[in-house]
């Protein structure tokens, strides 16, 4: 039997071999491989074709919603316009009906016109530009052949992207410590980029990169420099590298291979179309991407079998012991899996090169943005115990709110949000109070994380910017709430949502939610202040909640007579809604073991339930819970707040 293949949904398309600059950086020229040299200089049509149809069988057969295709080089535009059109063309084809094609090209901007942004306009290519800040840095290495600058060049093409914006990706800079790092992001900043990715430069044991006398960790002490100029002027743009670690601090994904354990998804084929492994392997040793493999011969499905593919996609089990043990692992996940490499017979089997730098980096970004999965957030024994008087709860809940202003931003970058109704909505949710009313809506989350795997639409977000009639509201005791039963993303409970309530409903619904209120402020005081501080919205199900997608702003739960079954509802729901918003910032458990998550949850949901109708469920929950092996240190303090309560 086969092991599973890992679905590939990244395609590096060499376009053309060679460039028109002489970066003395260039890991494709100036590193260890040289098979560039015995490349076509352009990809053929027939090899485009063949590629095109591998990609889409691909596709079809893992069910991926979209595939994003980076144009590359060498300089893709050295290309040429109507081998370009060919091949927007071909991928656009070959994926319609399978799969959402979200193209790329990642470009120096010499060569780039009006004439390519019409072409890539009508594809929806997005354009990646290599910049490394103002003249004095960018020339220290982006020179033509002969020494000339390619300053003014590079922004002249900037300024075009700047006239059609949809079109424009970002900024992609390589860090060189001998550059100031204020004076490289604000000229980055000037030019208004959409994002911009902050590159480690590529280097092995075997090769290491420059380090300046004096400091242990010079590129962690530039990048930190840059957060915090990034982070005084506003954050006024997302960093990729910054967003990565505070996602994978608060356990979330890392969007890049150079952060975090996500198994790699990219492959590379190249001018003669031999698929290639992750282009940064070039920098390690001559040969290191090659798979023996092509288009011609071998799917999709073959090369994400080769071994060298499977080494990057085997997350913590594929790092070295020194790595695996290392405090700060789940957010640098080992660093690129090129930088590990040494020339002493283990191979990639090693920290990487820049394992201090990113340690470093990564401490730092947690104490600076307290995501740190690895620590206890402010109040976290108060709100294990259920002693928490709504100060920890209300932090938590402005923490969740950064981690969904995250999560806006990565779907941004996806391809069904380039459209003219998305950027319109997207400018106007960029104003400062319009952001803030969207992210304290408890539905924006749930229908994010449905954009993001495939099963909501990026258009949604034109009614969370636009002006909202005024909720239902329902005041009773220490609540002042909405009764949502009409939000299109609501359904994050578990359970049925009520399709709509009969004025008569909304008046049971009162009147028996002020009876449950009175209920848990008497039998869970502090949980009841703590609900009174962060709930705003209630929506009606026809079944219990089972989950708390929305987190521990928006309840569900199901009418019923007897207000005691509504306040237990009420009170396990939010307790679920807590929990969920703490996974984002704690790692309390292996998340590769569900079991432990059902337990945690019941036994921490059921706690309240308990106290409110008298049973004695979540004790022999407890019980087990406080005996899984897959419990973290911090998962063990919290099970033991809780026992505190039973």
Known sequence: MTDPVVPLRQLVLKVHSRCDLACRHCYVYEHADASWSAKPRVISEETVTRTARRLAE?????????????????????????????????????????AAPDLRIHTNGLQLTPRHLDLFDEYDVRVGVSLDGDRVANDRFRLHRDGRSSHDQVLAAIALLNERRRLFAGLLCTVDVRNDPVQVFDALAELTPPRIDFLLPHATWHTPPYRPPGSATPYADWLL?????????????????????????????????????????????????????????????????????????????????HPGMAARQQGLAGLCAECRACPVVRSCGGGLFAHRYRADGTGFDNPSVHCADLKELVEQLALRTGADATRPVEGFDALADGTDDGTAVRALARRRESVTLALLKNLAELPDTTGPSWETAWQRALDERTLAGVLAHPYTRPWILGCLDGTASPDHLAALVAPRPPARRLRCGGLDIALDDHDPHRDCFGAPVHPGLTPDEVTRWEQVLGKSWELIDRALP?????????????????????????????????????????????????????????????????????????????????????????????????????????LTPLGRRFADGIGRTL
């Open 225 to 305: 420099a840059v957060h915090a100029r990034w982070s005084e002027r506003g954050a006024p743009m997302p960093v990729r590298l910054f967003d990565s670690v505070v996602s994978t601090l608060g356990g979330g994904p890392s969007h890049t291979e150079a952060m975090g354990l996500d198994a790699a998804d990219v492959v590379v084929v190249e001018t003669d179309g031999s698929y290639e492994q992750a282009d940064s392997l070039k920098t390690a040793y001559d040969g290191a991407p090659a798979t023996g493999q092509d288009v011609v011969h071998h799917s999709f499905d073959d090369v994400s079998r």
């Open 58 to 98: 691909h596709a079809e057969a893992h069910r991926l919603a979209s595939v994003q295709v980076i144009l590359h080089g060498g300089e893709p535009l050295l290309a040429g316009l109507p081998r370009l059109r060919h091949i927007c063309e071909q991928l656009t084809a070959a994926l319609r009906g399978i």
């Open 526 to 630: 502090a949980t009841a202040a703590a609900m009174a501080a962060v709930v705003t919205t209630v929506t009606p199900l026809t079944a219990p909640p089972r989950t708390a997608g929305a987190g521990p702003a928006a309840l569900g739960a199901r009418l019923d007579d007897e207000p005691a079954e509504v306040a237990a509802q009420l009170a396990h729901c939010f307790r679920l809604g807590v929990l969920d918003a703490l996974l984002d910032e704690c790692e309390l458990y292996d998340e590769e073991d569900p079991r432990t998550g059902a337990l945690l949850a019941g036994t921490y949901a059921g706690a309240a339930t308990d106290a409110l109708l008298g049973t004695r469920r979540a004790g022999p929950l407890w019980r087990e819970l406080t005996g899984a092996p897959a």
